[in-house]
């Protein structure tokens, strides 16, 4: 099972971009969906994570402003965030609780995607 991470880049303050997670491989079910993210020097954070059912959670610093979905056809979690800011400058991680059977679950993270935040 694989996460690839996409949808990273440049962006000025104030501006928007949207993440994307894909998950593939022999696949059961994927359960929870989860963003993080680590800036230089920084300890790995939780952004905001999203459950099978849809239910959401987020950071109080990217509260009201990042949005978490999901699309379970697909395996698929995006990160909508807008209003961005300087310091939200990090190398963004998915990660997500996946099942290969009934009885078999594990975690699992993508390989990260830079979001830079900058004039």
């Known amino acids: 099972v694989q996460l690839q991470a996409s949808g990273g880049g440049l962006v000025q303050p104030g501006g928007s971009l949207r993440l994307s997670c894909v998950a593939s491989?022999?696949?059961?079910?994927?359960?929870?969906m989860s963003w993080y993210r680590q800036a230089p020097g920084k300890q790995r954070e939780l952004v905001a994570g999203?459950?099978?059912?849809?239910?959401?959670n987020y950071a109080a610093p990217v509260k009201g402003r990042f949005t978490i979905s999901r699309d379970n056809a697909k395996n698929t979690v995006y990160l909508q965030s807008n209003s961005l800011k300087p310091e939200d400058t990090a190398v963004y991680y998915c990660?997500?609780?996946?099942?290969?059977?009934?009885?078999?679950?594990?975690?699992?993270w993508g390989q990260g995607t830079l979001v830079t935040v900058s004039s």
């Open positions: 990660h997500a609780d996946v099942m290969t059977g009934p009885n078999h679950e594990f975690g699992t």
């Open positions: 999203i459950g099978s059912d849809g239910s959401t």
């Open positions: 491989g022999f696949i059961f079910r994927v359960n929870r």
